[in-house]
Nanobody, 125 residues
Framework: VQLQASGGGLVQAGGSLRLSCAAS????????MGWFRQAPGKVREFVAA????????YYADSVKGRFTISRDNAKNTMSVQMNRLKPEDTAVYYC???????????????????WGQGTQVTVSS
């Protein structure tokens, strides 16, 4: 599966952005999907994930209540709506696909994962 992330940009603190990830291939609906991010000088960290069916979602504590992940299996897309953005949300955001139905363990990177290119999110104070 090939992944293409989009939607990054510059936004003021308190604002919103929506990131999207478009996937190629006919098996998108069998993959759990997620987002990671990497800030300058920091390790890449888990942000959010969603089961292949869209039935279950998982969030890092730092974004819980502010970010909402979703997917449209008919359109092979996955998105994250990011509200009440903070300067500490500034990072390169990566979408990731895992060939498993459950996203429960997607907070830990796996050799099975497919990665898209990153999209920059910058939140100014």
């Amino acid at each position: 599966v090939q992944l293409q992330a989009s939607g990054g940009g510059l936004v003021q603190a308190g604002g919103s952005l929506r990131l999207s990830c478009a996937a190629s291939g006919r098996t998108f609906s069998t993959y759990a999907m997620g987002w990671f991010r990497q800030a300058p000088g920091k390790v890449r960290e888990f942000v959010a994930a969603i089961d292949s069916s869209g039935g279950s979602t998982y969030y890092a504590d730092s974004v819980k209540g502010r970010f909402t992940i979703s997917r449209d299996n008919a359109k092979n897309t996955m998105s994250v709506q990011m509200n009440r953005l903070k300067p500490e949300d500034t990072a390169v955001y990566y979408c990731v696909a895992r060939p498993k139905p459950t996203a429960q363990a997607m907070d830990v990177e796996s050799i099975e994962d497919y990665w898209g290119q990153g999209t920059q999110v910058t939140v100014s104070s």
